[in-house]
């Protein structure tokens, strides 16, 4: 049972450039989310979806999209890398009646 | 303002003491609460969930006061283990409501 999982760990872009951060989630769980997290700033949640085929903006949408195809997938594009958008990139799951969240070991993303 | 606030912290203790950690939420309709641990450079984990009536696993405890708005964490007997980032989270509505995290307080316990 490996949880959450994120690729890549680290990543390195130029600015302009894109790329996707996988995650995937073999619990079942039918609530994905992404969170970024500055020095300072806390988590701060980026999208989210309650299942397959839905998904909704959080706090700080700009810049990324995301999609849901699958229950276990729930991939964060980013569409034109900025430097503000350095930052480690947590993606967590949990059960749709249930608040314990279960975060992955994060994507550390530089832009530079 | 933002809807979590902590300490700001850092909070630095020698092994054995007891530490207190508090955390203020804006949104009286605020209904589930819990703390969460952040060792350095690794994910979140969720350390406890917060009950109206206090609630107690080990050396750990929380309580809650609704009437203030109000979440605490206390660690007694500190070990070097409990070093860590601990951030108060607030859930407001139903489960298909969001968590809002607080940014955190950071204790390093020393020998």
């Known amino acids: 049972n490996a949880g959450v999982t994120q690729t890549p760990k680290f990543q390195v872009l130029k600015t302009g450039q894109s790329m996707t951060l996988q995650c995937a989630q073999d619990?079942?769980?039918?609530?994905m989310s992404w969170y970024r997290q500055d020095p300072g700033m806390g988590l701060r949640l980026i999208h989210y979806s309650v299942g397959a085929g839905i998904t909704d903006q959080g706090e700080v949408p700009n810049g990324y999209n995301v999609s849901r195809s699958t229950t276990e997938d729930f991939p964060l594009r980013l569409l034109s890398a900025a430097p503000s958008q350095t930052s480690v990139y947590f993606c967590?799951?949990?059960?749709?009646?249930?608040?314990?969240?279960?975060f992955g070991p994060g994507t550390r993303l530089t832009v530079t | 303002r933002k809807e979590v606030e902590q300490d700001p912290g850092p909070f630095n203790v020698p092994e054995g003491a007891t530490v207190a950690f508090n955390c203020t939420y804006s949104n009286s309709a605020s209904q589930s609460f819990f703390w969460y641990r952040q060792d350095c450079r690794k994910e979140p984990k969720l350390l406890m969930s917060v009950y109206s009536s206090g609630n107690e696993d080990g050396r750990f405890t929380a309580q809650l006061n609704r009437a203030s708005q109000y979440i605490s964490l206390l660690i007694r007997d500190s070990k070097l283990s409990d070093s860590a980032t601990y951030l108060c989270?607030?859930?407001?509505?139903?489960?298909?409501?969001?968590?809002?995290f607080g940014r955190g307080t950071q204790l390093t316990v020393w020998p």
């Open positions: 967590a799951s949990r059960l749709l009646e249930a608040y314990e969240q279960y």
């Open positions: 989270v607030v859930n407001w509505g139903s489960t298909l409501g969001r968590l809002y």
């Open positions: 619990m079942n769980h039918e609530y």
